[in-house]
C-alpha cells in the first residue's frame, strides 16, 4: 500500500497538512478503526481507507471537519439520503456518527478504480460500456423512483469495481438536497451536467438521461462531450467500432432541451436494451411467431447476441441458417456470424454433432479456408463465427459477372483442391460443397475461401424439410451422401467438380430437379454437356471434371493431391495456355 502520510492522490488539497490530518484521523478512531490511508481531502471533508476493528474488513470512512456549517448540514443530509437507498448501483452507507468534532459515515470500500482513471488509460471496451449503460440506468431508475434527481455525475464519482461493475458514489448534488448545496467548483464537472441543471435548477429526470449519456460518450470516445450541441460529435466519428443503437440513444439523451430527450431512465433504457439485447434475457426456444417473421427474427436476434457483437447487416441464408455481418465488440472487428435455424438445434444430439465439428473446422487453418474462430448461443438460438470474407459467393459473382473466364475456373479449381487437400488430411470431409460456400475475395487479388465445414454430418439424419437451402444442396451431393451410405472425401470432389460446371456455365447441374429425378439423373451418368455450352473449354479439362464427377467413388480421383496433378497435366497439354497464369496456383497447395 502507498504511504499513507504521503499519498499521490491529486484529491488532496495542497492546503491540507496530510500527515496531521492523518494523525489526528488516528486519534479520533482508536478502538474502532485502523486507518489505513488518507484518499482525499480538503478543509471541510476527508476520504480515508480504514479497517473496521471489529468486523475485520476495509471500509471507506467520510468525514467532515467542521461542525457548525452549512456544509454540516449538507453531509448529514446526505449520509440519511445514502442510507435510503437500497441499490447495488448506490454505494451502501453502513453507519454513521460523530466523534467529537467530526461527523462521519463508513461506507463499503470498493476495490477498483474510478471512471475517470479507466478512460485515462483509453476508451472502454464496447461490452464494458454496455455493461457501464445497464448499471448507470438500473440505479438511476431506481433513485427516480424514489423521486431522487442526481443531477450530476462525473467520472470521478462512478467506481469500477473489479468485475466491472459501476457504482454511484455522490449523492450531495441531488434536487433533495438543493437547499444545502455550496456552489458548483468542479469546472470538470460541466460537460457532464445538463444544460438546465449547470443553470442551477433542479431537473428532472431528462437531466439523469443527459448525464448517464455523457459518460458513456466519455467512456466510448475518451473525450467528454461537447457542451455546445453543434460542436457536439457523434461517437462514431471519434471510434468507428461504437454500436449505431449505443450511438442513437446517446445523441438522444444529449439533446439539450429536456424534453427532446427520454422522458424517464425506463424509457431510455427500453431503447438501448431494445437492440443491444438484455442479459436477462434467457428463453430455452424461439418463439414460433419470431422465427416466421425475418424483422422479429433479427430483432430477437438483436437481443440475443447482447453485448457480444453488433449485428450490422444480413449477408445470406441458406440449408442451415442465416448469415449475418456483426462487430465482435470485444476485439473490435468484423467477423461473419451463422445463426442456425432454432428448428435444427432442438435435437440435444444435433447441437452436439455441431459443436464436435465446429470444434474440428475451427483446428484447420489454410489459405483457402474460412477460419472458423468462436461458437455460442443464447435464449435458443445457436451460432458460430468466422472471418468476414467481404467479397460474393461463387453463385452470386456468376449471377453479377456470368460463368467464369477459364483463368477464374483454373484458379478456383486448383485454389479449392488445396484447401481439401489439407481438410482432408486433419480427418474433416467438407459434404456440402456448392456455390454458396465457395467465398470469392478480389483484393489484393482474386482468391476463393471454402466455408461451412462440417454443417452437413452436425445435421445427419435431419429430415429434408427441416433443412431445404433456398438453392437446394442435392444437386451438388454425391450420390453415395443422397443415398445415406459411406461418404468420404470422393464426395468433396464430386461436389466440386459439379460446382465448377456451374461456373464454367452458369447452370446448376439438375436445377429444379426432385431429389428422386436428381438420383434418377445420377445413376444415368447424366452430366452438363459442358462442350455445348461452352465450345472454347479444352478437352483435357472436361475429362478431369467428369472423372470428378463419377456416379462411381472408385471411378474419381482417390483423393484430392490426385485431382489436382491431374489438373496440372491437363494445363500443361493444353496448347497456348497462358502459363504465367498459374504458377502461383500450384505453388500454394500444401
Known amino acids: 500500500m502507498a504511504d499513507p502520510l504521503r499519498p499521490s492522490s491529486p484529491q488532496i488539497d495542497p492546503a491540507i ?6 494523525g489526528e484521523a488516528e486519534r479520533v478512531f482508536a478502538g474502532m478503526f485502523h486507518v489505513e490511508q488518507i484518499v482525499a481531502a480538503n478543509e471541510a471533508r476527508a476520504l480515508f481507507v480504514a479497517r473496521h476493528l471489529v468486523l475485520e ?4 470512512l467520510r468525514v467532515h471537519l467542521q461542525p457548525d456549517t452549512p456544509g454540516r448540514r449538507w453531509f448529514e443530509r446526505e449520509t440519511v439520503l ?7 448501483g448506490i454505494r451502501p452507507v453502513h453507519s454513521a456518527g460523530f466523534r467529537g468534532d467530526w461527523a462521519y459515515r463508513v461506507s463499503k470500500w470498493i476495490e477498483g478504480e474510478s471512471l475517470e482513471e479507466a478512460v485515462s488509460r483509453g476508451p472502454r471496451p464496447i461490452p464494458d460500456v454496455v455493461q457501464l449503460a445497464r448499471d448507470l440506468l438500473s440505479a438511476l431508475d431506481y433513485v427516480h423512483a424514489e423521486q431522487i434527481i442526481v443531477r450530476r455525475i462525473t467520472p470521478s464519482s462512478v467506481m469500477l469495481t473489479r468485475a466491472g461493475r459501476a457504482i454511484i458514489t455522490d449523492l450531495r448534488w441531488s434536487n433533495t438536497l438543493l437547499e444545502f448545496a455550496g456552489p458548483e467548483v468542479d469546472p470538470r464537472a460541466e460537460a457532464f451536467l445538463a444544460p438546465e441543471v449547470r443553470e442551477g435548477r433542479a431537473g428532472d429526470p431528462g437531466s439523469d438521461a443527459y448525464a448517464a449519456a455523457a459518460l458513456l460518450y466519455y467512456a466510448i470516445t475518451g473525450k467528454p462531450p461537447a457542451t455546445d450541441p453543434l460542436a457536439l460529435r457523434p461517437p462514431t466519428e471519434l471510434r468507428a467500432v461504437c454500436p449505431k443503437a449505443v450511438e442513437r440513444v446517446v445523441m438522444h439523451a444529449l439533446q439539450p432541451p429536456s424534453a427532446k430527450r427520454y422522458l424517464t431512465i425506463a424509457e431510455m433504457g427500453a431503447d438501448l436494451l431494445s437492440d443491444l439485447g438484455d442479459a436477462g434475457l434467457e428463453m430455452s426456444t424461439v418463439p ?4 416466421a417473421d425475418p424483422v422479429s427474427f433479427e430483432k430477437y436476434l438483436r437481443r440475443a447476441l447482447g453485448d457480444d457483437y453488433e449485428l450490422l447487416n444480413p449477408l445470406g441464408a441458406g440449408a442451415f441458417g442465416r448469415v449475418y455481418r456483426v462487430r465482435d465488440l470485444a476485439l473490435e472487428r468484423e467477423v461473419a456470424l451463422k ?11 444435433v447441437v452436439e454433432r455441431f459443436r464436435r465439428e465446429a470444434q474440428l473446422a475451427a483446428q484447420v487453418r489454410h489459405p483457402h479456408i474460412v477460419d472458423v474462430f468462436d461458437i455460442g448461443g443464447r435464449s435458443g438460438l445457436l451460432w458460430y463465427t468466422m472471418a468476414y470474407i467481404a467479397g460474393p459467393n461463387l453463385a452470386q459473382w456468376v449471377e453479377l459477372h456470368g460463368p467464369l473466364p477459364l483463368d477464374r475456373a483454373f484458379t478456383l479449381l486448383a485454389q479449392a483442391l488445396s484447401a481439401l487437400t489439407h481438410a482432408h488430411e486433419q480427418g474433416l470431409v467438407h459434404r456440402d460443397l456448392k456455390p454458396e460456400n465457395i467465398l470469392i475475395e478480389t483484393e489484393p487479388e482474386w482468391t476463393v475461401q471454402l466455408t461451412d465445414f462440417g ?3 452436425a445435421f445427419q439424419g435431419v429430415s429434408d424439410d427441416k433443412r431445404q437451402s433456398r438453392s437446394g444442396t442435392p444437386e451438388y451431393a454425391a450420390p453415395e451422401q443422397m443415398l445415406g451410405e459411406r461418404v468420404d472425401q470422393r464426395a468433396d470432389l464430386y461436389s466440386l467438380s459439379l460446382t465448377l460446371m456451374f461456373g464454367l456455365t452458369g447452370r446448376s447441374p439438375f436445377a429444379g430437379a426432385s431429389v428422386p429425378a436428381v438420383l434418377a439423373q445420377q445413376s444415368a451418368g447424366v452430366l452438363p454437356d459442358l462442350r455445348a455450352l461452352r465450345p ?7 475429362r478431369v471434371l467428369r472423372r470428378g464427377a463419377a456416379r462411381d467413388p472408385a471411378d ?19 496448347q497456348g495456355s497462358p502459363w504465367r497464369l498459374f504458377g502461383q496456383i500450384f505453388g500454394r497447395r500444401p
Open 82 to 88: 445514502f442510507a435510503r437507498a437500497d441499490h447495488p
Open 556 to 574: 474419381r480421383f482417390p483423393s484430392a493431391v490426385a485431382y489436382l496433378r491431374e489438373l496440372e497435366r491437363a494445363l500443361q497439354s493444353w
Open 17 to 22: 497538512d496530510a500527515a496531521a490530518l492523518f
Open 339 to 349: 445463426v442456425l435455424h432454432p428448428v435444427l438445434t432442438s435435437d440435444a444430439a
Open 536 to 542: 472454347e473449354l479444352p478437352e483435357s479439362l472436361i
Open 288 to 291: 414460433v411467431s419470431v422465427e
Open 57 to 60: 474488513r476495509q471500509v471507506a
Open 455 to 457: 454443417l452437413a454430418l
